[in-house]
C-alpha cells in the first residue's frame, strides 16, 4: 500500500487536499484501496510528476487523487467544476455500489509548477511533444493543467474556457498532438 504520511512523491498525489481544504479530516486519509488505483499512482509518478520535476521544478498539485471518502466530501462541500464520472481523479476507485467511480480508469491531477504559473501552456506543449497522457485539459496559462494517464492514452487534448456570464468553464476547440503543437491560444481571465 502507498504510504500517504508525507508529502514528497506519491504522497503528493494522495495529500493534495489537506493543502486545498486544511479543516478536512479524513478517516481514511484518502488512502487508495484498489490495487490497480496504486499501481497506477506509481506510474503516473514516475511516467508524468517525476519527469516534469527534472525538467521543470517544483510542481504543486492542486487536485489529485480522490478516494471514494474524499469524492463524497467534495462532491457535497464543493462540487463546482468536477466531473467525478470522467475525470480520472478517482483512478479506479469503487463507490458505494461496487461500480468505479470513473469508467474510464486511469488517473489525473492538476498541477501548476513552480516559476511557470503564468506559463503553463509551455509545460502542456512539453506534454504533448514528450510524455504519454491520456487526456489534458488547458484552462489557461495562469491555471492549472490538467493531465490524465489511461488504459487508452488517448492524446486527447481540450481546450476550456469560462462562461463570460457564469464563470463556469466549458469545453472549446478540441485538438490532437500535431494541430494542438501548432495552435495560437487567446488567453481568457
Known amino acids: 500500500m502507498i504510504n500517504s504520511t508525507n508529502n514528497t512523491g506519491k504522497s503528493k498525489i494522495i495529500n493534495w487536499y489537506k493543502d486545498r481544504?486544511?479543516?478536512?479530516?479524513?478517516?481514511?486519509?484518502?488512502?487508495?484501496?484498489?490495487?490497480?488505483?496504486?499501481?497506477?499512482?506509481?506510474?503516473?509518478?514516475?511516467?508524468i510528476i517525476e519527469t516534469l520535476e527534472k525538467e521543470f521544478g517544483e510542481i504543486t498539485?492542486?487536485?489529485?487523487f480522490t478516494s471514494l471518502e474524499l469524492y463524497?466530501?467534495?462532491q457535497k462541500l464543493s462540487p463546482q467544476h468536477t466531473a467525478p464520472n470522467l475525470?480520472?481523479?478517482?483512478?479506479?476507485?469503487?463507490?458505494?455500489?461496487?461500480?468505479?467511480?470513473?469508467?474510464r480508469g486511469g488517473l489525473?491531477?492538476?498541477?501548476?509548477?513552480?516559476?511557470?504559473?503564468?506559463?503553463?501552456?509551455?509545460i502542456a506543449k512539453y506534454i504533448v511533444r514528450?510524455?504519454?497522457?491520456?487526456?489534458?485539459?488547458?484552462?489557461?496559462?495562469?491555471?492549472?493543467?490538467?493531465?490524465?494517464?489511461g488504459p487508452e492514452n488517448s492524446q486527447f487534448i481540450q481546450?476550456?474556457?469560462p462562461s463570460q456570464k457564469s464563470g463556469r468553464?466549458?469545453?472549446?476547440?478540441?485538438?490532437?498532438k500535431d494541430n494542438y503543437l501548432d495552435a495560437e491560444f487567446k488567453e481568457y481571465s
Open 159 to 161: 481546450y476550456m474556457l
Open 21 to 47: 481544504h486544511p479543516a478536512w479530516q479524513l478517516s481514511n486519509g484518502n488512502t487508495p484501496l484498489h490495487p490497480e488505483t496504486q499501481q497506477t499512482i506509481e506510474r503516473y509518478h514516475s511516467s
Open 130 to 149: 514528450h510524455l504519454p497522457f491520456d487526456r489534458l485539459y488547458f484552462y489557461g496559462g495562469n491555471k492549472p493543467l490538467h493531465v490524465s494517464i
Open 108 to 122: 489525473a491531477c492538476d498541477f501548476l509548477i513552480k516559476g511557470y504559473e503564468n506559463d503553463m501552456g509551455s
Open 72 to 74: 463524497k466530501r467534495v
Open 87 to 103: 475525470d480520472q481523479h478517482a483512478g479506479y476507485e469503487l463507490n458505494s455500489r461496487n461500480n468505479r467511480i470513473c469508467k
Open 169 to 176: 468553464r466549458y469545453p472549446s476547440k478540441r485538438y490532437n
Open 61 to 64: 498539485i492542486t487536485y489529485g
